[in-house]
Structure formats: C-alpha cells, structure tokens
C-alpha cells in the first residue's frame, strides 16, 4: 500500500488498547492512527475505504469493551490540537470531537453558561457523547447541539443540523460517520445557579455510581419506563462475579472490573444478568456499552 507512507508517521502498529479504556482490559488494534487535522482523516478514511479496512474512533474509552483478540484494523484517536479546540462565542461554543466532556462541562457552568451541568459525572469526549447522546435523568446531550460537523466513510465532510441528528435515548443517526466538531447552544445563567446544579448532579452520581471504580457506566439501557440497576439488584446480583468483573454491590447497573480481568469475564457477567433478569421478570436488558 504506497498511500500508507503518506501518514506512515502518525501511525503506530500492534497498540495495546486496555490502557485507552476505563475497563482497563482487551487486546491490541492492529493500527492507532493519530490524524493531523479533519482534511488528514478525511484523505485517510478515503483510500482506508478502497482497501476496505476497518476503521473505528476511540473516544475517552468511557463506554466500549473491548474483546481480548482486539481489533484487527485501525483505531483512530482525535487527541491532535485540531480536534481538542474549544471557540467560545457568546453563548455558543464550537467544540472538537476530541474535547474531554467532563472538564469542559465544569468550565462552562464556573463561567455561568448553563446546558451542560447534567454532564456532571459522565467521561468522555465530545464525539463519543454526541453519538451516544449521553446524559441521565438530568438531562442529555443533544439537546445543546446545534449542529455537528461529519465526515462521511468516503470522506465528504457535511453539517448536519440538530433534527437530521436523530437524538433519542442513548442514540443518533450518526452511525458510521465520524463527528469531527459540534456547535453548542448554551444559555446565559447566575454562574452560582449553575454550579450548585453541576455540584448537586455529581454528587448524586458520587453517591451512587462506583465513579472511581474500572468500569464502563451502565451496562444495560434502561427498557421502558424500568432501571436495568433497579432490575439487576432485585435479581439478587450485586456482588455476583464471573472471574475478575462483578456487579458492582454500588449501582447493579455498573460492571466493575479488577486487575487482569479480561474482556470475557464480562462477556460472561453480561450474558448471566442477561438470562437471569429474562427468566425472574421476563425483560429483555439490551446492552448500552460498545463492544468491538
Ligand atoms: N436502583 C436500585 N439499585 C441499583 C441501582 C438503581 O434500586 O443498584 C434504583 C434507584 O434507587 C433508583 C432507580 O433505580 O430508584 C434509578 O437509579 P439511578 O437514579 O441510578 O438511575 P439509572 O436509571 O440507574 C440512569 C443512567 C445513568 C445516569 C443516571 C443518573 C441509564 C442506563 N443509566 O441510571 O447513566 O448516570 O441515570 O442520571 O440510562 C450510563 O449511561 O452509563 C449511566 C451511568
């Protein structure tokens, strides 16, 4: 592949990604890709197309788990300068994909720009809670986006605004697309206000997450008008191990994770919460985390 030495620099080969992860476990990516700037990934994503392989971005590492056989293609990460810029501009706020969500959330609510205090207690990246239209009972993402910047698998870039997003729980309609920057709609708010509701949103989640704890978040979405936590715990399954990965005895909703754990282990704990909340309430729990 001639095409290959045009980014051969910001390419590194057999990259073990358990460090990349907030479970801290699975195997290595063939490639990790560091692109330069938007137009780099764009002319990448293009030839990486006609070659026909794989490719996927690795946000924070906040919600994907990732198997033990890692991934036999290219893992790209927008960590580079161009991705991490913020432009702040009145109440709207141009943020890269590559943009960690939680300080960036603390930020605007000290400085009284209201929107993003239910962020509180979420890691990630812009890019990852864009696509996951992350959030929780406080509030969720997409509801401040007012339009993001997308680059297409054969590398067109198009902006696309907030309804063609398609935000609903724990989802867009931005699938294979890859969120390169998003523009955000904030409100101006006593600074004091929105800290105290960033603070009350995070301590509740201090309360009762396992917040320092490997873990991925929930692992389950929560089916209609039901917690997955509320579900696991009455099932009996705090506690409840398969290997190194367990149901934390904090929220049943977590699978937390110790030291050389592997991705099976919680494969395995996946699939018996799964039969046993089938089998006592006859609910089907649908994975939330993104397993590769
Ligand atoms: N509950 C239990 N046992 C548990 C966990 C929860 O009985 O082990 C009960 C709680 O007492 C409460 C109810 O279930 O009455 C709901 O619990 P919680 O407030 O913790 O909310 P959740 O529905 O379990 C959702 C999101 C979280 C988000 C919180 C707070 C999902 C799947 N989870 O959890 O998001 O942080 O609300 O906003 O939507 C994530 O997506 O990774 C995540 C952690």
């Known amino acids: 592949m001639n095409w290959w030495n045009e980014f051969a620099d910001r390419i590194e080969t057999d990259v073990p990604l358990a460090p990349m992860t907030w479970y801290r476990l699975g195997g290595r990516a063939r490639y990790l890709f560091r692109p330069r700037d938007a137009a780099d990934l764009a002319s990448f994503m293009l030839r990486a197309g006609h070659e026909s392989l794989p490719v996927k971005v690795l946000g924070a590492g906040a919600n ?8 036999d293609g290219v893992v790209v990460r927008l ?12 109440t709207t706020a141009k943020v890269g994909a590559g943009v960690d969500l939680m300080p960036m959330s603390r930020r605007f609510s000290r400085d009284g720009l209201s929107g993003l205090e239910c962020m509180a207690g979420i890691p990630g990246t812009i890019g990852g809670a864009v696509r996951m239209n992350a959030g929780g009972r406080f509030g969720e993402f997409g509801r401040i986006v007012r339009e993001a910047d997308l680059l297409h698998p054969d590398g067109v870039i198009e902006t696309w605004p907030h309804d063609r997003l398609g ?15 998003v523009r955000l ?3 101006e708010d006593d ?7 960033y603070d009350d949103c995070f301590a509740y989640k201090q309360r009762s997450q396992p917040l320092t704890d490997n873990s ?9 008008g039901q917690s997955a936590g509320a579900l696991i715990d009455r099932a009996g399954l705090k506690g409840f191990s398969c290997g190194l990965a367990r149901v934390s005895p904090r929220h049943a909703n977590f699978i937390v994770t110790d030291f050389g754990a592997r991705a099976s282990d919680v494969l395995r704990l996946i699939d018996a919460i799964r039969d046993r909340v089938l089998v006592l309430f006859g609910t089907a729990l649908e994975i939330e985390v993104d397993v590769w």
Do not use: H, M
């Open 64 to 71: 994907v788990l990732i198997r033990d056989n890692g991934f």
């Open 79 to 90: 960590d580079q300068p161009a991705f991490r810029r913020v432009e702040r501009n009145g």
């Open 167 to 181: 935000f609903g729980y724990r989802r867009s309609a931005i699938s294979d697309r890859i969120v390169l920057s």
């Open 185 to 187: 709609e904030l409100q």
């Open 191 to 197: 600074p004091v206000e929105v800290t105290r509701r």
């Open 216 to 224: 991925a978040g929930c692992v389950f979405k929560n089916p209609d």
